[in-house]
């Protein structure tokens, strides 16, 4: 846990990053909180819920967290939801694709009236009362059914798995170009196309964005790396325009 990515009298953005074990894919989970209001994204796995709820209650208490994001599909986003909406009374928001994904996580069937779906266009909830938070479509980043989320109030985007890297040993990414070596690989295979990643680069480069914090890894921080991230992955090739026929191929016995 860190000291808070954003601090003002009225709002605050806690990150945690260190809760995962050690055999599984690192994550990060992020805390949201407006005035006595609270909204939780990518909350992560069951091993991670009972040390996150702990360092949460440091923050907020857990009856004040009004929302809980889960940007896709993903076990490491979603696994823990039945625990958050019984410990809670918070409501979840997933994409319409996954909705009906959620009871093979353990979803109690009298919990499920507090899953709410996001259309493919996103939505805006507003946080205490006068935060508007913007919930941006960012499909087949990776999953086909994907979602990021933008506080204006930060001025801080949360980017899923778009931005991700594994095996840097720093917090803040301070040298773009060294920096490229641990998500390029992650990028090339988990991100669909570069028409996407266009799409998604046209769209975000309306916001006033000081800092990209991504669900793995490294953050961005100050609209000169913001820029560079952009500028990066719009021109990324990636996905399916890396294909050729040798991946389609039957094994040989």
Known sequence: MREPLFESKDHKVVFFEELTPASAVQSNQVLIIHKDEGMLLDPGGHKVFSKLLSKISLYIPPDRIKY???????????????????TTKAQAYISKLW???????????????RIKPIYDNGTVITLGEDCKIYILPAHFLHSEGNFQVYDPCS?????????????????FVEDFDKHIKYME???????????????WANMVRQLDI???????GAIFKGKDMVNRFIEWVE???VGVDLLTQDFYRVPQG
């Open 68 to 86: 809980i994001f889960l940007s896709h599909q993903d076990p490491d986003i979603v696994a823990s939801i039945n625990g958050w909406l019984m």
């Open 99 to 113: 909705m009906r994904f959620l009871p093979h996580f353990g979803l109690d069937s009298q919990l499920e009236g």
């Open 155 to 171: 001025k801080i985007l949360f980017s899923g798995d778009l931005g991700a890297s594994l095996g840097q040993d720093y917090f």
């Open 185 to 199: 690989g992650f990028h090339r295979r988990y991100m669909v196309s570069n028409k996407v990643l266009r799409f």
């Open 210 to 216: 000081e800092m990209i914090v991504p669900q793995h």
């Open 235 to 237: 021109n990324l090739e």
